[in-house]
């Protein structure tokens, strides 16, 4: 994923992407303008120690972003935890939004992103009852955290 990351983004250079444990980042303090975390963050096993390791990363004025789909409040996002066979973290909008604060971030916020595309008028998948609860789950969206280091 990074070869492709970077394959795709040749050319631009105030962008760089690294590898490691998010618990264990391997970027000098204050590296980072913007912070990106896309369907990953309820897989860390602590949280919080990830959420100290990007504060530490972010230099100050900068900003995290977290975008996930499981969550509590997204009731049809828990049939996936057994689901996965490993372990993750399911909070709720407010447990995420204190646990920022917690960790140091400012300017905290918390928007739901709905899923806008074409939903099919039956549905055969296993996740979803039918077309209906798809329909629900994708207006209930996902959850996009913010938060910004202080200056």
């Not at 631009?12 to 975390?37: C, M, Q, T, Y």
């Not at 897989?43 to 530490?56: N, P, S, T, V, W």
């Not at 066979?85 to 939004?97: P, T």
């Amino acid at each position: 994923m990074l070869r492709r990351a970077e394959q795709t983004s040749a050319g631009i250079n105030n962008l760089r992407f690294v590898w490691g444990s998010a618990e264990s980042i391997p970027a000098k303090d204050n590296s980072f303008d913007k912070v990106l975390s896309v369907e990953s963050f309820y897989y860390y096993a602590d949280q919080g120690k990830a959420l100290d390791e990007l504060l530490r990363v972010i230099a100050p004025g900068g900003r995290l972003f977290i975008l996930i789909n499981l969550y509590s409040d997204n009731h049809y996002s828990l049939r996936w935890v057994s689901e996965l066979k490993v372990a993750v973290q399911a909070l709720s909008e407010a447990e995420y939004m204190t646990l920022l604060r917690k960790h140091g971030f400012t300017a905290v916020e918390a928007r739901r992103i709905p899923d806008r595309s074409p939903t099919p008028e039956t549905y055969s998948g296993k996740w979803f009852k039918n077309a209906e609860e798809l329909r629900d789950f994708k207006r209930i969206g996902a959850l996009l955290l913010m938060g910004e280091k202080p200056r």
